[in-house]
């Protein structure tokens, strides 16, 4: 993690991205800026989330999977603890992780496909109070059904795609293990998968987990 930029009047900027050559770049772009100032980098969610605590940013821009803990979950973590404004940078092009980084107040969501100049925009009207949604990716969540499982089934599929078992699961939830399993059965059953893993795979596809 390190430190860059005056902050001025200029929009403070954290980024966070485990591929160094990514996060050089994206820097590079928004330096380029005259309005943008980078304040902090970071290449895990730990680190990320230590750097916008620290630095108060105006925005924090943040690739989904990463080291440690993910770009959603740095993003729920900041949820009502900072005014800053979160843009997600990645290269899930599925409507059920555009959900969970609204779900996680996100206020934009770019494919790294995009034109660069693109996020240079982006980060000056998430700054103004606006949402930034990739243009394909909005138009097709819009058509798109609410998804099959609810918060506790994903919540529930997601601990046991990590190998936890019911028991596992129910101290980590506090629900009884019967409850687990009948959580996992809903799941297994909505997704029309064969198993708990087949099932975690299918949502896991779709951007549930």
């Known amino acids: ?7 001025g009047s200029r929009i403070r900027v954290v980024i966070a991205e485990d591929q160094v050559m990514v996060l050089d770049a994206l820097a590079a772009l ?34 989904i999977e990463m080291p440690g803990m993910s770009g959603l979950e ?11 404004r979160v843009v997600i940078v990645t290269t899930f092009a599925r ?8 779900e996680a107040g996100a206020a934009g969501y770019l494919l790294k496909d ?6 240079a ?12 949604i990739d243009p394909e990716l909005a138009a097709e969540a819009w058509g798109e059904s609410d998804p099959l499982l609810t ?7 997601r601990l046991a795609a990590e190998g936890m078992t019911s028991g596992a699961i129910g101290e980590a939830l506090r629900l009884s293990e019967g409850t687990v399993r009948n959580y996992l059965s809903a799941a297994i059953s909505k997704l029309g998968a064969r198993n708990r893993v087949d099932a975690a795979r299918i949502a896991r596809g779709k951007g549930w987990l």
């Open 30 to 63: 928004l330096e380029m800026e005259g309005d943008i100032a980078v304040v902090a980098r970071a290449r895990d969610g730990k680190s990320a989330l230590e750097a916008v605590l620290a630095e108060k940013p105006d925005v924090f821009i943040t690739d």
């Open 95 to 102: 409507t059920g992780y555009l959900r969970r980084a609204l």
């Open 1 to 7: 993690m390190s430190a860059t930029g005056q902050p």
């Open 121 to 132: 925009d982006a980060v000056r009207r998430v700054h103004q109070g606006l949402r930034v």
């Open 151 to 157: 918060d506790r089934e994903r919540e529930v599929l």
């Open 74 to 84: 740095v993003a729920a973590q900041l949820k009502g603890r900072l005014p800053v």
């Open 114 to 119: 995009r034109p660069a100049r693109e996020l």
